[in-house]
């Protein structure tokens, strides 16, 4: 399959140039992009894993994952430290702030300390591996593989409770789809956003309140910061919990097949 072999190169070469900047190049969207190109490249992994009998997912993926997972300890405190200015400003909380920063710098650090030449020659190992397993794919294929990833999100949706953790699954779940359709059907990003990429936005709103709560929650229970300062937090957390409770009510209304169609 051609387009998914282009698609695969592009993303390989976009990962290789993103972890050679040096590091006074990155910004918080630099960790944003990386990890992006990452899911794009894991998805396009899903569809060969399916196409394929033979494909090591988990093994060529690990490295990524390793990457991936760095990357967000760093993208977390970034978009808390961005939510906090945004919906606080700056001013407030000035003690916690610091030591966000420290957690940044500590994260910045672990990432940086990953990439080298062993780790790029790993990469390298593991893109020569790829290609003899793309000749497995075909349209009759792919068109299973798009129809139960459909069902599985159908079947997320449809639930009349629907979890945490689902709400997880289905924010991956409908990414890689997300992904993969855009390859598999050659076609072009719409500018005017469907219903799919709403629940997508969503999704992706939702689970940074979820991310900052976890952080703020443990904050707390350290039992480290002045009364003041507790206090303050205990009335951040509490209106990203309502945040998140609005967005998980938003998640809950969408129609399925307004989920699943794109204009």
């Known amino acids: ?54 494909f090591k997912r988990k093994a060529t993926y690990k490295p990524y994952k390793i990457i991936f997972s760095k990357a967000g300890k760093v993208r977390e405190l970034h978009i808390e430290d ?13 003690d916690y702030r610091k030591s966000l920063k420290k957690l940044r710098l500590k994260a910045e650090n672990d990432f940086f300390s990953l990439i080298n030449k062993k780790l790029m020659d790993q990469l390298n190992k593991k893109h020569h591996s790829i290609n003899p397993h793309l000749r497995e794919i075909d349209s009759k294929k792919t068109s299973i593989y798009l129809e139960k990833k459909e069902n599985q999100i159908q079947e997320l949706l449809g639930k009349n409770i629907i979890q945490t953790e689902q709400i997880h699954q289905l924010r991956k779940e409908l990414k ?16 005017e956003l469907s219903q799919q990429d709403v629940l997508t936005e969503i999704l992706g709103k939702w689970h940074d309140c979820q991310v900052i709560i976890k952080h703020l929650e443990k904050a707390l229970n350290q039992e480290k910061l002045s009364p003041a300062e ?30 699943l169609s794109r204009h």
């Not at 997300?178 to 076609?187: C, L, S």
């Open 82 to 94: 961005e939510m906090l200015n945004n919906y606080f400003g700056n001013k407030m909380i000035k």
């Open 176 to 191: 890689i789809l997300n992904y993969n359709k855009a390859i598999i059907a050659k076609e072009k990003q719409d500018k």
């Open 230 to 259: 507790a206090e303050q937090l205990k009335i951040i957390h509490s209106k990203i919990v309502n945040k998140r409770n609005i967005l998980f009510n938003e998640i809950k209304k969408v129609k399925l097949e307004d989920a």
């Open 1 to 54: 399959m051609k387009t998914l072999t282009k698609y695969l190169k592009n993303r390989i070469d976009v990962i290789d140039s993103l972890l050679r900047k040096p590091r006074d190049k990155y910004k918080p969207n630099t960790f944003h992009k990386l990890r992006v190109e990452i899911k794009k490249l894991n998805s396009g992994f899903d569809l060969i894993n399916f196409c394929s009998t033979t």
